[in-house]
């Protein structure tokens, strides 16, 4: 079996998600329509990001996902949260350590979690 290489998030609206993503990711969707985008990640992985009522079969509601962002170090989790909070996403935990590392979460227009962590040593 290979390792899965595709993430999709169901969303409410996929061109304002991908603007979103965009924004967050500093790159154009190398893909886009009016029900769809995908961005291709520099770890390989691409996300996609598909309208919920063209998803068949039916997906039930968007969010309740988490995407998860590996960075170096604490200090670069606190600047993240800064400029995320900046630019108006909702911050659902303030940055705080866990038992897996330094971390804090936010969440995209769709209620899909975004997690930024340093793991721990």
């Known amino acids: ?16 998600s991908a603007s979103f ?17 995908m961005f291709p990640l520099e770890s390989g ?8 009522d063209g998803v068949e079969p039916k997906a039930d509601r968007p969010g309740g996902s988490e995407l998860a962002f590996a960075v170096a170090d604490d ?23 866990m038992d897996f590392g330094f971390t804090f979460t936010a969440a995209d227009p769709d209620g899909h979690r975004l997690r930024v962590f340093s793991p721990a040593m």
């Open 75 to 97: 200090a670069t989790v606190s600047a993240r949260h800064k400029e995320w909070a900046a630019q108006g996403l909702t911050i659902l935990q303030e940055p705080q350590k």
């Open 1 to 16: 079996m290979t390792d899965p290489n595709f993430v999709l998030l169901y969303v409410e609206d996929a061109a304002r």
């Open 45 to 52: 992985v691409m996300l996609g990001l598909w309208g919920r």
């Open 21 to 37: 993503y965009q924004s967050l990711l500093g790159k154009a969707p190398a893909e886009a329509s009016p029900s769809f985008a």
